[in-house]
């Protein structure tokens, strides 16, 4: 039976919501990876040192007690985001990084920043301190074509942004096209990307296989089969640059089975068994280490994690649904069908 050892692996794009929801899904994160960086899109978002840390404690109060598992928080950057606020991050040690949202471009992404220019002077103490932000690449001009909101982004935000501020750290966060691979692969060492799993394993025709596919539909979008490829190329190619962030997203099926379904993935029951799948297929296995543990940390300034996982080659069903909120659950990506790996305990 074909085995693979990895360092214990990170996520570095994680959505746990809070409540009961949190506690339904944060055993599977815990269970395989090391540490995630957690994202602050709740209702209201965590905009603060203060708020992250008491989400921080909720979080780590629903753990299983036999599962160390480290939450990296961060704070989502609105208009407002006071300068000082980017200090007390720095001090806290647990804040790691401030996520920006283009208003209106994703779930919960209201209170996101809707004029660029409103938060340079926060920006520049994000570069001055060595805090990184992390990018929704995403325009939100409803003029602009759903599939090149990221493409798009790129000229009007992104490299705006990094003339002004070029030494700010910056990760791109779940790249979805070859332009994005193109950009972090040619921008300086302060710029990286993550990628999810599901960007590397499927094209848009996924949403419209045999019919409407509401599981299938996450943002940013599945694009074209090129851009796929430009993806696994960047993800199997060794650069530390392009490291592992699921952004698994669970929404409760009755949300995703809807005349207007949310957007996301939950893939965080499977989060590194789905990249080992798309690895084996590009014949790089022997790259996946890397990308899931320890470019990450590298780029965050951590070491990798000390221990480490096995992952047993063998088609492993995924249930039809998992427990998530009373008598709403949560449907898996591949439910009722199989991965090819499976986790050891
Ligand atoms: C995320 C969510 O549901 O919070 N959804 C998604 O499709 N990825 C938000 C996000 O990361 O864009
Ligand atoms: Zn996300």
């Keep these: 039976m074909q085995t693979l050892t990895l360092i214990r692996p990170d996520d570095w794009h994680l959505h746990l919501r809070d409540g009961d929801a949190m506690k339904a899904v944060l055993p599977d994160t815990a269970r395989r990876f090391g540490r995630a960086i957690v994202m602050p899109n709740l209702k209201p978002p965590v905009r603060t040192v203060a708020e992250a840390g008491e989400y921080r404690q909720r979080i780590l109060a629903a753990l299983p007690a036999d599962i160390s598992f480290e939450p990296l928080m961060t704070l989502y950057l609105t208009d407002v985001t006071p300068p000082e606020e980017i200090v007390r991050v720095k001090e806290s040690g647990f804040v790691k990084a401030l996520k920006l949202y283009p208003a209106g471009a994703t779930t919960n992404s209201d209170a996101g920043v809707t004029d660029f220019d409103k938060v340079i002077p926060t920006l520049r103490v994000m570069a001055e301190l060595g805090v990184p932000l992390l990018v929704h690449g995403e325009v939100t001009d409803p003029s602009v074509d759903v599939f090149d909101r990221e493409a798009v982004f790129i000229d009007r935000v992104m490299r705006p942004l990094l003339d002004k501020l070029p030494s700010l750290k910056v990760v791109f966060e779940h790249i979805t096209t070859k332009q994005a691979a193109n950009f972090v692969w040619s921008a300086g060492e302060n710029v990286a990307a993550t990628i999810t799993a599901h960007h590397l394993l499927m094209n848009r025709n996924a949403i419209f296989a045999g019919g409407i596919r509401p599981h299938h539909y996450c943002l940013p979008v599945l694009k074209r089969e090129i851009h796929r490829e430009a993806l696994v190329e960047v993800a199997t190619s060794g650069n530390p640059k392009f490291f592992l962030g699921t952004d698994s997203a669970p929404h409760a099926q009755s949300t995703k089975e809807a ?87």
């Design 259 to 345: 005349a207007c379904g949310c957007a996301g993935m939950y893939t965080a029951n499977n989060g590194i068994e789905l990249y080992a799948e798309a690895f084996e297929s590009a014949g790089a296995l022997d790259r996946l280490e890397g990308f899931a543990s320890r470019h990450g940390p590298l780029f965050y300034g951590l070491p990798a994690n000390s221990d480490s996982i096995t992952l047993v080659k063998e088609a492993t069903e995924v249930p039809a649904s998992l427990h998530y909120l009373p008598n709403d659950p949560l449907v898996p990506l591949r439910a009722g069908e199989t991965v090819g790996w499976r986790l050891r305990s």
